[in-house]
């Protein structure tokens, strides 16, 4: 019987490509000529040494398990690592139903050719008896791999403010039938016309944001940016599979299955890689790594797995990474405007949907200020630095004391000046302005302008992390102390 069914199911292939079907997409569409095709004539290294029929490893009419559909593979109770995040609000169990079923193969624990329908000790003989490692094996530590058994359902929307209505969702992205999401919401076993099985295109994650409601993405530098990934460092593991950064989107940062850092599925195990990889001088148009090599900055490279986006800024330990300060979700490309300095101090379009600590050192989940981010480590912070780089009358190193309005004197960065004392402003800075951390904490290049220079406090040869020389000393070698600070820039 498996024979005549195999002879039929290649016939109605060829009809088809006679009728005008591309055969490659014809094929594909069918399990017949897939990856699982398993069979004597299936393609690849891995398949059956004699045995002709093909849904035989996974189906059988008869003799199967008992389980749908006519399941034919035995699935041992065996207990996986699943995925955890301190960011997800889904509860996440044990894989289940088709889960499983994919699991039974994937998961490299049993023979490929051991089906229900054979006796025990006459499975079907494979070119491999296991699976063997690679991108298929997914072993049993899932918590490296997209989460599955978790319901995805109008309770779990209420509770995560960044997914879409499951209401909504595409039919064909089918949940499990208590909502929950399987395999195979996002892969089809028989369907392998777009590749890796997926049911939807994955072009520009249209199959990450049929689910994933991200803030700011849409206008995000990496929703949209057009830049070539061909000189990006390349991941090992898996190479990009589209040319531009907004093609790949997601798949930039995350990997699905076998991610290097388990927490948030990021592609590499040390934070700063994932974002230093492109912003490096290869992609982005700024070299942000070569930056964070200079004297005084953000070391980013000292700290590995400190960093929690569930984290409070006044409790966590010491530390600094890039998304401390930047939202990659969010972040999109700042345009200087000289005309419009000096503001009210509010974020760049860098620092889009950043969490920060307002003036009263209250938590906030998104920044109106850029100080309010930086008040995330150089304010109430236990962990901070218990020397002053400089000695002065009065030490204090919350700087968010130090900037209240309602000291004797201060710089307006919390809010402006209320007397009119202050001398030498160079315009457009006059009594009343407000300014930024970064118009003296920012990098020495920036002095260059932003089509040469790199802005922002990534590093800088002036400590400490300043934009221009600045000493306490008085006159060295006859030349006085400078500060000009961008206010004094051309």
């Not at 589209?242 to 592609?267: E, F, M, P, W």
């Not at 929690?308 to 890039?322: A, F, T």
Request: hydrophobic share 30%; net charge positive; glycine share 6%.
């Amino acid at each position: 019987m498996g024979s005549v069914m195999m002879r039929i199911v290649r016939q109605v292939s060829i009809v088809l490509v006679l009728f005008g079907c591309a055969a490659r997409v014809c094929a594909q569409r069918s399990v017949v000529g897939s990856p699982h095709d398993l069979s004597v004539s299936g393609p690849g290294n891995l398949h059956a040494l004699h045995e002709e029929q093909v849904c035989i490893f996974c189906h059988a009419p008869h003799n199967a398990t008992g389980q749908k559909p006519l399941w034919n593979r035995n699935m041992p109770p065996t207990h996986y690592r699943i995925y955890r995040s301190s960011t997800t609000d889904a509860r996440i169990d044990q894989p289940s139903g088709p889960s499983k079923m994919c699991l039974s193969c994937h998961d490299g624990a049993l023979a490929l050719g051991l089906v229900a329908s054979r006796p025990a000790n006459e499975p079907i003989v494979m070119s491999r008896r296991m699976m063997p490692p690679g991108p298929a094996d997914l072993t049993q530590d899932l918590s490296d791999d997209h989460p599955i058994g978790f319901r995805f359902d109008r309770a779990l929307f209420n509770r995560d403010g960044q997914l879409r209505n499951p209401d909504l969702l595409s039919k064909e992205l089918p949940l499990g039938a208590h909502n929950e999401v399987h395999c195979t919401t996002c892969h089809d076993p028989h369907d392998n016309s777009l590749g890796d099985f997926l049911r939807i295109p994955d072009r520009r994650s249209a199959l990450c944001l049929s689910c994933h409601d991200l803030h700011g993405w849409e206008s995000s530098s990496h929703a949209i940016s057009p830049k070539s990934v061909s000189a990006r460092s390349v991941d090992p593991r898996e190479k990009l599979p589209y040319q531009t950064v907004a093609d790949n989107a997601c798949t930039s940062c995350h990997k699905i299955h076998s991610a290097g850092q388990r927490n948030r599925l990021l592609r590499f195990r040390r934070e700063e890689d994932n974002c230093l990889n492109c912003h490096n001088g290869s992609i982005a148009a700024k070299n942000i790594a070569s930056e964070m090599r200079k004297p005084s900055g953000h070391p980013v490279h000292r700290f590995l797995g400190r960093h929690d986006p569930n984290e409070d800024p006044r409790l966590v330990q010491k530390h600094v990474e890039c998304s401390d300060c930047h939202n990659p979700h969010a972040s999109r490309s700042q345009i200087v405007n000289r005309v419009d300095r000096p503001g009210i101090g509010q974020i760049s379009d860098t620092m889009r949907f950043v969490s920060g600590v307002d003036r009263g050192g209250r938590p906030i989940d998104s920044a109106r200020f850029e100080y309010e981010v930086c008040f995330k480590c150089h304010a109430d912070n236990a962990s901070r630095q218990l020397r002053p780089t400089i000695s002065r009358q009065v030490t204090e190193l919350n700087t968010r004391l130090e900037f209240q309005p309602n000291n004797p004197s201060f710089h307006p960065v919390v809010a402006p000046r209320g007397n009119n004392d202050v001398v030498s402003l160079t315009s457009p800075w006059r009594v009343g302005s407000v300014m930024r951390c970064t118009d003296c904490h920012n990098s020495d290049s920036a002095s260059q302008g932003s089509v040469v220079g790199v802005r922002g406090p990534h590093g800088s040869i002036h400590r400490p992390l300043l934009i221009d020389n600045y000493s306490t000393g008085g006159i060295r070698d006859g030349k006085s102390a400078s500060l000009r600070l961008m206010l004094s820039l051309p």
